[in-house]
């Protein structure tokens, strides 16, 4: 595959999914598969049995022994809404479970019309055995997968959940994102990632791929420690973004790789690793920073706006299977 003729229009994923028309009304495809998932789950953690995890407690019984082992004292109306379980239900299950000595309830200090409920000790060790049980499935359920595997797996689960929880704000979507120096095995994933997610978001095809590992491959056999750098971030164990500062000459550095997962995307993590880029590059001596990208992508030249690149040059191109527009974009770095 010859990638010579393109000129490089550098991959940098948009901050923010691609907008699409909302409907109404799923396609049945989408509803049948939805809920083909949800029978395919609910039997694979055991959820249609009678108890759980042969214990004495049903699925909802568990489900409020969790959170009162991880919450202080809540009262049952808190409780009701955290689980979206009906106020009534939930106080059977809570008599029930008090009924059997594992839940206490105490009248609160400051307003005696409410009950703030706890495990008691016996409830607490009734706790640590399912919870041990409940790892001990999981651990069996992922043990036949590799190391990429699981952080698909991972990745894949906290995509669905970011989609369908619509009470989750971005901050609030998961462990905080640490940027870090690539380890082993990073820069491959970031080679996978950047194919599948202009594959799935702006339709390029595979040669888009070839370009990428052509520029990493040149990046690991040709690096410079004095003018180069790559950036990886990292949340809960999972790469979900980079940036590379490679050096174009002497003076000048160049911006590559820019690219975000979707599920941290609208969080500023974008911003944070072309803002570490440009303050790496002016200690290490360059008077400015360039780009390429490609005029779709939106939320990317934005950040490039707001951080004080400036666009002097656009060319229409024909590359990864469509007609595009390369830009490049310059930032001066001296006078400041």
Not at 133 to 152: G, P, T
Not at 160 to 185: F, M, Q, T
Not at 200 to 229: K, N
Request: proline share 4%; net charge neutral.
């Amino acid at each position: 595959m010859n990638l010579s003729r393109y000129r490089s229009p550098d991959p940098c994923v948009n901050a923010t999914a691609p907008s699409t028309t909302q409907s109404h009304d799923p396609p049945a495809p989408l509803l049948a598969a939805v809920r083909d998932f949800n029978r395919f789950y609910t039997r694979r953690i055991g959820a249609l049995q009678e108890h759980l995890l042969d214990s004495p407690f049903t699925l909802a019984e568990s489900r409020v022994l969790y959170e009162l082992a991880h919450r202080d004292a809540p009262t049952a109306t808190l409780l009701s809404r955290e689980l979206g379980m009906d106020a009534g239900y939930l106080s059977r299950i809570v008599r029930r479970l008090t009924r059997r000595a594992l839940v206490r309830g105490d009248r609160s200090a400051h307003d005696g019309r409410q009950v703030h409920l706890s495990l008691s000790a016996k409830g607490r060790r009734a706790f640590a055995s399912l919870d041990e049980q409940s790892s001990e499935q999981v651990r069996e359920a992922i043990d036949h997968l590799s190391s990429a595997e699981q952080r698909v797996l991972i990745e894949a689960m906290t995509t669905v959940r970011r989609l369908l929880d619509r009470s989750s704000a971005p901050d609030d979507r998961g462990s905080p994102v640490i940027i870090r120096d690539p380890k082993p095995g990073d820069l491959g994933w970031v080679v996978h990632r950047h194919g599948a997610l202009y594959a799935q978001e702006y339709g390029w095809d595979m040669r888009f791929e070839g370009l990428v590992s052509s520029i990493v491959s040149h990046f690991i056999e040709h690096f410079d420690p004095t003018g180069e750098r790559c950036w990886i971030a990292e949340r809960d164990g999972i790469v979900v973004g980079s940036i590379f500062l490679v050096r174009k000459s002497r003076t000048v550095g160049k911006l590559r790789m820019l690219y975000v997962e979707p599920s941290v995307r609208g969080v500023g993590l974008g911003r944070r690793l072309v803002q570490e880029c440009i303050r790496t590059a002016r200690e290490m001596g360059y008077r400015k920073v360039v780009l390429w990208t490609n005029s779709i992508l939106h939320a990317a030249r934005s950040i490039y706006e707001r951080e004080g690149f400036v666009l002097v040059e656009e060319e229409p191109h024909e590359s990864f299977g469509h007609q595009l527009i390369s830009q490049t974009w310059e930032l001066a770095l001296t006078g400041e």
